[in-house]
């Protein structure tokens, strides 16, 4: 509309002030709110931080399509405001043109009436400045508001990120590293033969008994110590490691079920703890090779071997007894994905080819490297600078994804991954 102010016996013509004003300040804080939001999302680029959790991914994405919405308003208060101002000028044109004659046709609006009309112009105006001040105060508040939120989020996913970089480092019950043990050790069953020691599995048997009987009950075998010293460190300790994995994936499950000693002892017979509370690796890894390796001529576990193991010891003949899970080989597994499969409860083997492993000591620190000619573990965790976290010879050690596809002393080095999920 045209606002008319009445000065004497003329008519002086302008423009819709008040609205125009009104779309003008709104138009160029909705540019403020764009601008803030551009700067929100450039501050986020610079956290050092690699993975930004689901959550906070969707709000990126819902803050970024706020940012489109706004400019396309903001074009749309544009040609609004440049049709408003049009409109204004052809209409103030108008009334210009026919003053005269309207003056002369309602010549009873004398200087009292005039006083009257430009004090509800005034009134008019007043409202509009008020308006268009609640509008910009209203914008402000919100762009304060995504700030001041936007900031705190930030600054707790900076917290959170620095005590746990990427993800929790393994199951805390199976890789706790208590007595320096990080899961199984494929030479376990060795020492503990040839140690001799009386650890009582429970009452009545020890764990040296528990070995005798699983290899006998498995192999048919009745071997005398010294053959049962070259089984256990020719066969088991020198293709062990992918039955190695394969029995901190079996604990793992098990440690997370409700019932899962009772269902573990029904499952293989023995107790998936000792009388001093901790995991019988030793029994289990002997239990898993002599029943499915060849006694005469034993070989490691590769991707087809290894998930017909896992799975045919997950299942039984009751099959109302058996474990949903699905094992898949050939998965493309990386630094940044990786931390998502662990979270869900997925379990990630790595197989790999003439591998660097750097064992760490209790410090955390490398206290040696090793390169294996093939060699299979178990992905617990990832490092903060993207290395893997895996549990071998029952050692934390680190494989680092850069050394993939790279020729060492031994070759050239590759890898496959099986996730197991359930």
């Not at 000065?7 to 709110?33: P, R």
């Not at 970024?64 to 903001?74: F, G, P, R």
Request: proline share 2%.
């Amino acid at each position: 509309m045209a606002t008319i102010t009445i000065n004497g016996s003329g008519f002086v013509l302008g423009s819709s002030i008040g609205i125009a004003n009104t779309f003008a300040l709104s138009k160029s804080a909705s540019n403020d709110l764009f601008v803030s939001l551009s700067t929100l999302k450039s501050k986020t680029n610079t956290l050092n931080i690699a993975e930004i959790s689901d959550i906070l991914s969707r709000t990126v994405v819902r803050e970024h399509d706020k940012t489109n919405a706004i400019t396309v308003i903001n074009q749309k208060l544009s040609v609004f405001l440049s049709d408003v101002a049009s409109v204004d000028a052809i209409v103030a044109k108008e009334i210009t043109k026919h003053r005269i004659d309207f003056l002369k046709k309602y010549s009873y609006l004398n200087s009292s009436s005039s006083d009257l009309l430009y004090g509800f112009v005034e009134k008019l105006d007043q409202f509009f400045n008020s308006l268009k001040k609640t509008v910009a105060e209203w914008i402000k508040n919100i762009s304060e508001w995504c700030i001041e939120k936007w900031n705190e989020i930030c600054r707790i996913i900076k917290e959170m990120s620095a005590i746990h970089p990427f993800t929790i480092d393994g199951d805390d019950t199976i890789y706790r590293n208590e007595n320096d043990q990080y899961g199984t050790r494929q030479h376990g069953p060795l020492n503990t033969y040839k140690d001799n020691t009386d650890n009582y599995i429970t009452n009545r048997r020890t764990e040296r008994e528990y070995i005798e009987r699983i290899v006998y009950e498995n192999t048919g075998k009745h071997l005398t110590d010294q053959q049962m010293i070259n089984y256990l460190d020719n066969n088991l300790n020198h293709n062990g490691c992918g039955y190695a994995a394969v029995t901190n994936c079996i604990f793992e499950y098990y440690s997370k079920q409700e019932n899962g000693e009772q269902l573990f002892m029904e499952k293989f017979g023995f107790p998936m703890k000792d009388l001093n509370g901790n995991y019988t690796f030793n029994l289990l890894i002997t239990y898993i090779f002599s029943k499915y390796s060849d006694y005469n001529n034993p070989q490691g576990l590769n991707q087809d071997t290894l998930k017909k193991v896992l799975a045919s010891c997950m299942n039984s003949k009751d099959s109302s007894k058996n474990v949903n899970l699905k094992i898949s080989n050939n998965q493309k597994i990386t630094p940044q994905n990786i931390d998502d499969h662990l979270r869900n409860g997925d379990q990630v083997v790595l197989l790999g080819w003439n591998v660097p492993v750097y064992v760490l000591d209790s410090n955390g620190k490398v206290e040696r490297t090793q390169i294996c000619g093939g060699h299979g573990m178990v992905i617990t965790g990832v490092t903060e600078d993207g290395k893997y976290i895996v549990s071998t010879w029952g050692k934390k050690a680190i494989v680092d994804p850069a050394d993939i596809g790279k020729t060492n002393v031994k070759g050239k080095c590759k890898v496959s991954f099986t996730v197991v999920k359930y």
